[in-house]
């Protein structure tokens, strides 16, 4: 047996922490209302690989969808706008309807995917302000409004910790650019001066206060901070309203780094109120079994190994 060592304690008090029974380790995240808890086995999947280059074709429907999403189209009328787009350009295509319900197939799917995950980072995180910035054409131009306000959220994320989801759109109105987005801002990280400021409304025909921060207003324009409370994140209206023009104009969502979607740690019995069975088992948790100080804050997934099992939950990095 040269070359084999044997351990002392093989069986009892064997060193090794595979053989130990591990705890029961979830992935968690919040619906709304609830944490939900899934039991998390850990598998190896090998991912699919997929070319990044596009055809034409797709490079057009991408075009006519941002059309016809302008243009509110839905049903038939929004089929017929796409094979009268397709069919000028390749009248040869030997299933024009066959390519247009795929793809519309793979964009309902996309859409869910990235909402059901705009949703779960909105509930499990914690936020303050709903914020708007909206684009002067006398300060910049519509590129620039984009590339630098993304570049000076993310150096206020580096440097004082803001953290921040949202999207861009255009006014129905007037067509004028814009930028909504839920920010979470630590205590004394503010910067610039927010002043309170009553003016009229021509969309609403009303007069309206917003809170205007003067750092923002010197660089990029009009933008108000609105004071956000738990209670409205719950009902769930701030979310929904930036769902709703991701719904209307798909365009991509701004995230800044370090937005957990889920969390993983262990769980107990006793922190379970019941179960449920939607698309496999998942499990109700009592309201102060999570914490967003300990459990969310400062959060970062590690990669598991039979080592992290060995702790009670997967600690804040």
């Known amino acids: 047996m040269n070359g084999v060592q044997v351990f002392e304690g093989y069986g009892d008090g064997c060193p090794f922490p595979f053989f130990e029974e591990p705890p029961k380790m979830y992935k968690i995240y919040n619906d709304g209302g609830h944490y939900i808890a899934t039991r998390y086995c850990r598998s190896y999947v090998r991912p699919v690989p997929h070319s990044?280059?596009?055809d034409e074709i797709d490079l057009l429907f991408d075009k006519l969808y941002q059309n016809a999403m302008q243009g509110d189209l839905r049903g038939e009328a929004l089929r017929a706008f796409f094979k009268s787009g397709l069919e000028a350009q390749f009248p040869d295509h030997p299933d024009l309807d066959g390519y247009i319900e795929d793809r519309l197939g793979r964009v309902r799917h996309n859409l869910y995917v990235r909402k059901r995950r705009f949703r779960?980072?909105?509930?499990?995180?914690?936020?303050?302000?709903f914020v708007t910035f909206t684009y002067d054409d006398e300060?910049?131009?519509?590129?620039t409004f984009r590339k630098r306000l993304r570049v000076c959220l993310s150096h206020l994320h580096t440097r004082r910790g803001w953290?921040?989801?949202g999207v861009f759109e255009r006014a129905p109105e007037t067509g004028r650019l814009h930028f909504h987005g839920?920010?979470?801002?630590?205590?004394?990280?503010?910067?610039?001066?927010?002043?309170?400021?009553?003016?009229?409304?021509t969309a609403q025909s009303k007069m309206q206060t917003r809170h205007e921060n003067d750092f923002f207003m010197k660089?990029?324009?009009r933008n108000d901070f609105e004071e956000l409370n738990e209670m409205e994140l719950r009902q769930g209206q701030t979310l929904k309203y930036i769902l709703k023009y991701i719904d209307k104009t798909g365009e991509r969502i701004v995230y800044s780094r370090g937005i957990p979607t889920v969390i993983y740690r262990e769980v107990e019995d006793e922190?379970?109120?019941?179960?449920?069975?939607?698309?496999?088992?998942?499990?109700?948790?009592?309201?102060?079994v999570i914490t967003w100080e300990r459990d969310v804050m400062h959060?970062?997934?590690?990669?598991?190994?039979?080592?992290?099992l060995k702790d009670r939950a997967l600690p804040a990095a």
Do not use: C, H
């Open 120 to 129: 779960r980072k909105g509930y499990l995180n914690k936020w303050n302000y």
């Open 299 to 308: 959060y970062k997934k590690r990669q598991m190994s039979f080592f992290d």
């Open 219 to 221: 660089r990029f324009g």
């Open 163 to 165: 953290r921040y989801m």
């Open 52 to 54: 990044a280059a596009r």
């Open 182 to 201: 839920v920010f979470f801002i630590p205590e004394g990280e503010m910067i610039g001066k927010i002043e309170e400021k009553t003016d009229y409304s």
């Open 271 to 288: 922190d379970i109120i019941t179960e449920m069975q939607r698309y496999g088992t998942k499990y109700i948790l009592w309201d102060n």
């Open 139 to 143: 300060k910049q131009s519509e590129e």
